[in-house]
């Protein structure tokens, strides 16, 4: 029902920035059901920022002050401005939508921070 594609995912040195974009389309896509997970090698998925029922963003510790999803002029499209990005933020990320039950994840986009 949701159809989700990445974008904009690369190599960047430490301390550098990235955005990534997310397209998102279907019967029951809404944008303020969508989010952003990582998932480094040998680790569990893991939330880095979403927006709340309540209208807000949620972010994880690790990315707070760095980091920061925002929604597009075109109403179907979410970003995440990554800033002052640290090797540990390597990892695939993916675009996340979840409503009325149903998940959905876009295919991933590669980001690897390092020098």
């Known amino acids: 029902q949701v159809q989700l594609v990445e974008s904009g995912g690369g190599l960047v040195q430490p301390g550098g920035s990235l955005r990534l974009s997310c397209a998102g389309s279907?019967?029951?896509?809404?944008?303020?059901?969508m989010g952003w997970y990582r998932q480094a090698p040998g680790k569990q998925r893991e939330l880095v920022a979403a927006?709340?029922?309540?209208?807000?963003?949620n972010y994880a510790d690790s990315v707070k002050g760095r980091f920061t999803i925002s929604r597009g002029n075109a109403k179907n499209t979410v970003y995440l401005q990554m800033n002052r990005l640290k090797p540990e933020d390597t990892a695939v990320y993916y675009c996340?939508?979840?409503?009325?039950?149903?998940?959905?994840w876009g295919q991933g986009t590669q980001v690897i921070v390092s020098s």
């Open positions: 927006f709340t029922s309540g209208g807000g963003t």
């Open positions: 996340h939508h979840y409503v009325l039950g149903f998940t959905s």
């Open positions: 279907g019967s029951i896509f809404s944008i303020n059901a």
